[in-house]
Nanobody, 126 residues
Framework: QVTLVESGGGLAQPGGSLRLSCAAS????????VGWFRQAPGKEREGVAFTSVKNGKTYYPDSVKGRFTISRDNAKNTVYLQMNDLKPEDTALYYCAAKDDPFNTIVVIPRSYDYWGQGTQVTVSA
């Protein structure tokens, strides 16, 4: 059974930082494309960071570029999302997702992903 478990969310002040973790069991994350998504109440799910299978490629939308960084620790079977300079508009439920991708591509479409975590809440407020 495959599970993805996010952690590291919480309350941060504007300008602050958080690091989210996505720990996997039942699959090897190093063999999967991984994406971080977020969803705020009343809004569509939005991708915020993506990495290809071999960690050679990353992609960030303009809304988070320069502030968020996705990285892998293959020894821990974990993917991280470092979030700096947080803004109130970053408040959302954050999910990680994994996809078996033999083509070493960046996968940005949520429905393309095979596995999802349960989410971790990030709230940015003074």
């Amino acid at each position: 059974q495959v599970t993805l478990v996010e952690s590291g969310g919480g309350l941060a002040q504007p300008g602050g930082s958080l690091r989210l973790s996505c720990a996997a069991s039942g699959l090897i994350l190093a063999d999967h494309a991984v994406g971080w998504f977020r969803q705020a109440p009343g809004k569509e799910r939005e991708g915020v960071a993506f990495t290809s299978v071999k960690n050679g490629k990353t992609y960030y939308p303009d809304s988070v570029k320069g502030r968020f960084t996705i990285s892998r620790d293959n020894a821990k079977n974990t993917v991280y999302l470092q979030m700096n300079d947080l803004k109130p508009e970053d408040t959302a439920l954050y999910y990680c997702a994994a996809k078996d991708d033999p083509f070493n591509t960046i996968v940005v479409i949520p429905r393309s992903y095979d596995y999802w975590g349960q989410g971790t809440q990030v709230t940015v407020s003074a």
